[in-house]
């Protein structure tokens, strides 16, 4: 059984192999209306769960669009609204969607969650994001970046600001996809130890983006953050918001990307995520087509 837990627990192969098949997918529904469905139907007969403890809406419409044009149904579960919410463990929680699901996608605070629904469930299991790590969204940032770059292998990657769960997967997928990834953000907010040796890191962030192929950033306070670390995190990072003047220290032709929701005028300025450089709408897009290789490849036999 196929689970996509995380990308550093992932076969290269099997990557590689879902990014060539999500720009086919895309490619192959070539401007049809968004709820046709695909022709092949692979998902035909196959019952989705799609389970949000935390708020969302790119992961909640796209996995439940994509699921459709494959063929399959979905249904939307919200945490508190479950027996899970309430007491019930997550192994039984496990236990029992998969009796009625084909396949569970969740998103939800602490990874061990995630663990436990992939060791007791009998049928595969997404992860949507967890404290920790968001490899949907990486994974579509790679298609993203080699549909209007090409292969990303050397590519130079920059990251400034908090060193958060988007963060840890982009350090998982450097390993995996063989690019340079450097991190610059304040000290108190660099990524978990565990990931060290998979980037560099330079503190200046005018110095970090030279030579950058890509520049990316995120929210300065995540979802499972206290909101009562909102004035000191602003504080933290007001010098590393992606502006115009720090996107002119990249490459001419370097990308701009953000998973959104975004905070503007925060991390990053409307300047600069409406401006010649940004794809932050085709990163939202293809959400929906990177996600559908992973159902697919989930779904294998
Ligand atoms: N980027 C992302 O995962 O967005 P949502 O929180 O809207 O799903
Ligand atoms: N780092 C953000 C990503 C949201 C998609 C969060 O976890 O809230």
Redo the contacts with the bound molecule.
């Keep these: 059984m196929r689970h996509f837990l995380d990308i550093d627990v992932t076969d290269q192969g099997a990557l590689r192999g879902m990014i060539d098949d999500a720009r086919a997918m895309k490619t192959a529904r070539n401007g049809r209306p968004k709820g046709a469905k695909d022709d092949d139907q692979p998902l035909a007969g196959k019952m989705v769960a799609l389970i949000f403890e935390?708020?969302?809406?790119?992961?909640?419409v796209?996995f439940d669009v994509g699921v459709r044009q494959m063929g399959g149904e979905t249904m939307v579960l919200k945490g508190d609204e479950m027996q899970l919410g309430h007491g019930e463990t997550i192994a039984d929680t496990a236990r029992v969607l998969s009796r009625y699901v084909d396949l569970i996608m969740i998103?939800t605070f602490e990874e061990q969650t995630l663990l436990d629904m992939a060791e007791h469930a009998t049928v595969p299991v997404i992860n949507?994001?967890t404290n920790r790590t968001?490899p949907?969204?990486i994974m579509t940032d790679i298609m993203t970046f080699e549909e209007h770059r090409g292969p990303i292998a050397g590519k130079k990657v920059v990251w400034t600001g908090d060193g958060n769960n988007v963060f840890a997967s982009f350090a998982h997928a450097a390993e995996k996809f063989g690019f340079d990834l450097t991190f610059s953000g304040p000290p108190p907010l660099d990524p978990e130890p565990g990931l060290k040796g998979l980037y560099t890191v330079e503190r200046d962030p005018a110095r970090a983006v030279e030579g950058a192929d890509l520049v990316v950033t995120d929210t300065w306070v995540s979802?499972h953050d206290p909101q009562s670390a909102k004035e000191r995190r602003h504080n933290q990072l007001r010098g590393y918001q992606v502006n115009e003047a720090l996107m002119a220290r990249a490459k001419p032709d370097a990308l701009f990307m953000h998973?959104?929701?975004a905070h503007r005028e925060d991390e990053a300025t409307s300047a600069v995520m409406d401006g010649p450089h940004s794809v932050i709408f085709d990163e939202?897009e293809n959400?929906l087509h990177a996600q559908k290789a992973i159902l697919r490849w989930c779904l294998q036999d």
């Design positions: 935390k708020p969302s809406t790119r992961t909640r796209s998103r949507g994001l968001h949907c969204q979802m998973c959104l929701p939202a959400r």
